[in-house]
């Protein structure tokens, strides 16, 4: 469906288009995914209008940022942890104590790839309950060239965790550098779609920063103009394109 006749449909405009596949709406700089609706829907827009425009009139659905192409990205880490999981781990570890070793090992990290990172664009945001620990951790103070890059970055993160969190499936590699190209993280303020209950759940709340816009908390938003940081450790070897190549292939490019 095109923006002309979906706004023929409402009989109003709309800064945004609306289709039923990916390729529908593949045209756009910006694309969303609407988990609530079915057949789901793929919101796509050109500007910053267009993206508010969504979120004001699909409030409460699940919706998705899609990433694809190999434009600048800012570094994101997407963190699933069973509670079960998280108790067997030893030596013990809190909720509070897994949060703040991922946030560390993140910090450290941009700042090992780019000294003059400022620590307070770090952007943290929530999901849990009582069964799951769920963060995305990104910054809005650097982007990197490609996915690639990004995939590399989680790998340095990863391995500055212990061992019982450095378990696959507790952080997704979501920069899938395999066969895959694009991937999905939801949007702050949605929820979590469940299609075995019908219900919408798991909010994704800020942590930090308080008093920033939901743009600070995407990907790749628009109006992003920070630099754009490579790095000498951000290379992926081969074994670990490998590697990551049949995980991703194991499990769905979409995110919690």
């Not at 790839?113 to 400022?118: A, H, N, Q």
Request: aromatic letters at 8%.
């Amino acid at each position: 469906m095109s923006q002309s006749e979906l706004s023929e449909f409402l009989n109003a405009p709309t800064p945004y288009y609306c289709g039923f596949k990916a390729f529908d709406i593949g045209q756009c700089q910006y694309k969303i995914r609407d988990d609530s609706v079915r057949p789901r829907h793929f919101l796509g827009a050109d500007n910053e209008d267009g993206i508010e425009a969504i979120l004001s009139e699909r409030e409460g659905h699940s919706l998705h940022e899609i990433i694809d192409g190999d434009e600048p990205l800012r570094p994101i880490i997407d963190f699933d942890l069973l509670v079960e999981a998280l108790n067997a781990i030893t030596p013990k570890l809190s909720s509070g104590q897994a949060k703040n070793l991922l946030c560390r090992a993140f910090r450290d990290t941009c700042l090992e790839i780019f000294p003059e990172w400022d620590k307070e664009t770090m952007s943290i945001a929530e999901s849990s309950d009582k069964k799951k620990i769920s963060l995305h951790v990104l910054t809005f103070g650097m982007r990197l060239p490609n996915i690639t890059k990004v995939s590399a970055f989680t790998e340095l993160v990863r391995k500055k965790l212990p061992a019982g969190l450095q378990k696959k499936g507790i952080i997704d590699n979501i920069a899938n550098i395999g066969s895959f190209k694009s991937f999905s993280l939801r949007i702050l303020g949605t929820p979590k779609y469940d299609k075995k209950t019908d219900k919408h759940v798991r909010i994704k709340k800020v942590i930090r920063p308080k008093d920033r816009s939901i743009f600070d908390f995407m990907i790749r938003p628009p109006n992003n103009d920070f630099r754009v940081i490579d790095s000498p450790l951000l290379v992926v070897p081969e074994s670990e394109v490998n590697r990551c190549s049949k995980e991703n292939n194991d499990t769905s490019s979409e995110t919690t």
